[in-house]
């Protein structure tokens, strides 16, 4: 999945908000019947197809979205942070990750974060920025800012460089 | 459950329509975490809760969710279709149903329809009309008229008295 996204990938986003709750599921995410696909658009598409149909089509490059606790539980699957990363997403925010998922997600380069406050804070469809760097988070709104629990530098390392493989490259 | 809703219902709505995919598990609908809830409200809350957190406070009565294949599959829960009647949806259209989900529904009086060509023609938020009587389903935006696979005169007697406990009562 080396080559799937660019080498670098951006630390800041802006966009409008989609919600989610508690104990998202990656069959959720991408149901298994898609897990054959491995084309960039063909996996945007499938992202979230059979709980919000219209997801694919109207979430714009650098949208967030922003869910409870335990995002990403259920079967492991690459394809799940990819299809995220594909459909134009810029970070995930949530109260928690299950653990597979948040490995993945930054083995692929999908910025996610978590805190406890932004997910009851925040509503759909809500503009919000996000800085993966620093962890600020901004309601575009509401001014309101919050903070992300910090993530480990070499952890950010992956993430910027667009996923472990091609972190490996460059440390090479 | 019995007395969870009233005697009799009615059998023509009109709202709008709150589209899904295939394949719409018990689980989503939901949660098995909200299982040990008996009271109509909080049912209600709780309907579609993880991946759609607003619908239930946006889902007008009368509002219609139109779904691909095998609606309702997964784990039998009467809980699925009283979380959906109890959120205020009319009739639930899908291109089919699971088995168990077609009979859960019937027993606790939640119209459903099944329809090849409306799923595919119906987005989200588009009004709509239903009649569940004669299986007439009609686009208020577009003006185009459909009509559900018809669904058996005595079928049509459990839903009309709001379920199989009422229907079984008023036999008597």
Same mark, same amino acid.
């Given at each position: 999945?080396?080559?799937?996204?660019? $080498? =670098?990938?951006?630390?800041?986003? $802006?966009?409008?908000?989609?919600?989610?709750?508690?104990?998202?599921?990656? &069959?959720?995410?991408i149901?298994?019947?898609?897990?054959?696909?491995? &084309?960039? @658009?063909? +996996?945007?598409?499938?992202?979230?197809?059979?709980?919000?149909? @219209? #997801?694919? !089509?109207?979430?714009?490059?650098? &949208?967030?979205?922003?869910?409870?606790?335990?995002?990403?539980?259920?079967?492991?699957?690459?394809?799940?942070? /990819?299809a995220?990363?594909?459909?134009?997403?810029?970070?995930?925010?949530?109260? =928690? #990750?299950?653990?597979i998922?948040?490995?993945?997600?930054?083995?692929?380069? +999908?910025?996610? /974060? $978590?805190? %406890?406050?932004?997910? @009851? #804070?925040?509503?759909?469809? %809500?503009?919000? =920025?996000? @800085?993966?760097?620093?962890?600020?988070?901004?309601? /575009? &709104?509401?001014?309101?800012?919050?903070?992300?629990?910090?993530?480990?530098?070499?952890?950010?390392?992956?993430? =910027?460089?667009g996923? /472990?493989?091609?972190?490996?490259?460059? !440390?090479?």
């Open positions: 999945m080396g080559e799937f996204f660019e $080498e =670098s990938q951006p630390m800041g986003f $802006e966009g409008k908000v989609w919600k989610f709750g508690d104990h998202i599921d990656t &069959d959720v995410i149901p298994a019947r898609f897990l054959n696909v491995s &084309d960039k @658009d063909e +996996l945007a598409k499938s992202c979230f197809i059979d709980t919000r149909p @219209d #997801f694919a !089509k109207e979430a714009g490059a650098g &949208d967030v979205i922003i869910a409870g606790i335990n995002f990403g539980c259920g079967s492991s699957r690459e394809h799940a942070p /990819l995220i990363k594909a459909a134009g997403i810029g970070v995930v925010i949530a109260k =928690s #990750f299950a653990r998922f948040y490995r993945n997600a930054f083995n692929i380069g +999908l910025p996610i /974060l $978590e805190s %406890d406050e932004v997910p @009851d #804070f925040f509503s759909e469809e %809500d503009r919000i =920025s996000v @800085d993966v760097t620093t962890g600020e988070i901004k309601g /575009l &709104d509401s001014g309101k800012q919050f903070f992300a629990k910090p993530i480990p530098p070499f952890m950010q390392g992956i993430i =910027s460089a996923g /472990l493989v091609n972190y490996t490259k460059n !440390k090479q």
